[in-house]
């Protein structure tokens, strides 16, 4: 392998090939003066090689991420036998602290990319996270978990176009791998735009953490380093028993009506067309309405509420006629 003597500047910050540093980034403030440091984690092989990121917290309230990277620095899988792994554990720091999925200025990080120098806060925020770490980067996953109580299977979404995403999603072998347009304003689409290939990794549910999504990402990012033959020789790989299942089509099933929701626990299952996948209920034992699956496909995605309205999103089911999506 050959050996590396460029170094790399973030937030103005030197660190060279073999050096392991955090870079504490205070971008602004509490409204009590407080400061919130965004920790940056770098860890630099002494050879040359890709720079990779691995991200998570962008929504303050989706923590499973947070905790795929955390045991990506904990055992060590950070540390590359060549090129340079950075990990930020937790974007929105501000949501984290809150346990809102939103910046204190109402907005949603994940729809204000590139931002903008003297726009909102979360506006400044995404201008720096672009201007600073994106341009040295090549390969990155940005982990999330579903909205609210909606829990996703453990996927990767992709761009339906690109070839390139396709070969690191085979790499990174999530159970489902979905094609999914780029949000204008994601991060994922800003960092397309610099030719930064980024994978988004969806899995679990907002403000908890479970334990079977969280091996599923830490696998897949070992699989991921392996591919770029960045990974230690001492990790092992884990390989899935299939390949990741691809889905081009799918869209919500949505509640008929308002009440209680009994969920028959089909997550990441594969339902024929008609199987009932919940049971809709009134609090006071006068009716019980089936949810069924209008077409065959894989539940992708259950809404773990107790209570639903009519209307509300409940299942995401593939190959379905319509699709819709909400990173």
Known sequence: MKINTTPIVLFGETIMPGENKTINVEIARLHTTTKLNMPIIVRRSKFDGPIVLFSAGIHGDEINGVEIVRQLIRKKINKPKRGTVICIPIINVYGFINKSREFPDGRDLNRVFPGSKAGSLASRFAFHIL??????????????AGGASRFNVAQIRIAPTNSDLKVLADAFNAPFTLY???????????????????????????????????????????????????????????QQASHTIYIEKS????????????????????????????????????FERKVKAP????????????????GDAIYHLSNALDSEEAE
């Open 295 to 310: 077409n065959a496909g894989y539940i992708i995605n259950a809404n773990h509420s107790p209570i639903v309205y009519e």
């Open 131 to 144: 201007a600073e770490i994106m341009p040295i980067v090549q390969y990155g996953v940005d982990f999330h």
């Open 251 to 286: 869209g919500w099933i949505r509640a008929k009506c308002s009440g209680l929701l009994h969920d028959f626990d089909m997550i990441g299952k594969f339902v024929k067309k008609g199987t009932v996948l919940a049971m809709i209920t009134d609090p006071y034992g006068k």
């Open 180 to 238: 999914s347009r780029n949000i204008v304003g994601s991060f994922r689409n800003s960092s397309e735009r610099m030719n930064v290939k980024m994978l988004l990794f969806e899995g679990g549910k907002s403000l908890d953490i479970n334990t079977s999504i969280a091996d599923e990402g830490v696998n897949g990012a070992k699989r991921l380093l392996s591919h770029l033959d960045m990974l230690d020789s001492k990790h092992i790989v884990t």
